[in-house]
């Protein structure tokens, strides 16, 4: 899981975990998270839009060059509309508004 705010992080992992996730790594910004991804190798990742170092996107697209490349859901407090066209050409599995995130939201990008 990947977001600057730690509350927003606390409430995720519960919420995600409660659902049956596993949480293996947090991480605040894009740097970390790469660095976590390659040592952990998750399979999903969660990953806030806006972030202090690298935009998610760009996050995303570092995580797709891993040797082990994990599904990544992209989430903002912004709607997916303001994305639209960067999400089109991404290679993330989907977009979750923050305040939908739920488990079964999760799933369902994840098939």
């Given at each position: 899981?990947?977001?600057?705010?730690?509350?927003?992080?606390?409430?995720?992992r519960e919420?995600?975990?409660?659902?049956?996730?596993?949480?293996?790594?947090?991480?605040?910004?894009?740097?970390?998270?790469?660095?976590?991804?390659?040592?952990?190798?998750?399979?999903?990742?969660?990953?806030?839009?806006?972030?202090?170092?690298?935009?998610?996107?760009?996050?995303?697209?570092?995580?797709?060059?891993?040797?082990?490349?994990?599904?990544?859901?992209?989430?903002?407090?912004?709607?997916?509309?303001?994305?639209?066209?960067?999400?089109?050409?991404?290679?993330?599995?989907g977009f979750?508004?923050?305040?939908?995130?739920?488990?079964?939201?999760?799933?369902?990008?994840?098939?």
């Amino acid at each position: 899981m990947v977001d600057d705010h730690a509350p927003f992080r606390a409430l995720a992992r519960e919420l995600l975990q409660s659902a049956g996730y596993e949480v293996i790594g947090e991480a605040d910004d894009g740097r970390q998270a790469v660095d976590l991804c390659a040592r952990l190798r998750p399979d999903i990742v969660l990953l806030d839009v806006q972030l202090p170092d690298m935009d998610g996107f760009a996050v995303a697209a570092a995580l797709a060059a891993q040797e082990v490349a994990p599904a990544v859901v992209l989430t903002s407090t912004r709607d997916a509309g303001a994305y639209r066209r960067r999400l089109a050409t991404s290679t993330v599995r989907g977009f979750i508004h923050k305040p939908d995130l739920s488990g079964a939201a999760l799933a369902a990008l994840l098939g």
